[in-house]
């Protein structure tokens, strides 16, 4: 499996912006579909964005389109998540995970069932 480390959460106000990052290792990280999950406090994890192996199709809740982009680099085995206009709502622990290359669909249900490897989160806090 893949290990991953996200990096670049903090407290911002709002409309302010972060990038988050994802720094993989071991097992390929261009082999893996990538996504972006988070949970706020008391609530249920929820998807964020997920990009294809080959970063040619993305993929993104409703409620951060038009406002997060997802993107790699996979000569860097890294993974981001750019977050503008950023609102009280979008507090949570962020966390990466890699989803298996041929399951596509199954990595943009919403669930994260199928997604093979997490990191420990970053945590992303917004303030009004």
């Known amino acids: 499996q893949v290990q991953l480390v996200e990096s670049g959460g903090g407290l911002v106000h709002t409309g302010g912006s972060l990038r988050l990052s994802c720094a993989a290792s071991?097992?390929?990280?261009?082999?893996?579909?990538m996504g972006w999950f988070r949970q706020a406090p008391g609530k249920e994890r929820e998807f964020v964005a997920a990009?294809?192996?080959?970063?040619?199709?993305?993929s993104y809740s409703e409620a951060v389109k038009g406002r997060f982009t997802i993107s790699r680099d996979n000569a860097k085995n890294t993974l981001y998540l750019q977050a503008n206009s950023l609102k009280p709502e979008d507090t949570a622990v962020y966390y990466c995970?890699?989803?298996?290359?041929?399951?596509?669909?199954?990595?943009?249900?919403?669930?994260?069932?199928?997604?093979?490897?997490w990191g420990q989160g970053t945590r992303v806090t917004v303030s009004s």
């Open positions: 995970a890699a989803c298996p290359q041929t399951s596509w669909y199954e990595c943009i249900d919403g669930s994260g069932n199928i997604y093979e490897s």
């Open positions: 071991g097992r390929s990280f261009s082999n893996y579909n």
């Open positions: 990009i294809r192996w080959i970063a040619d199709i993305t």
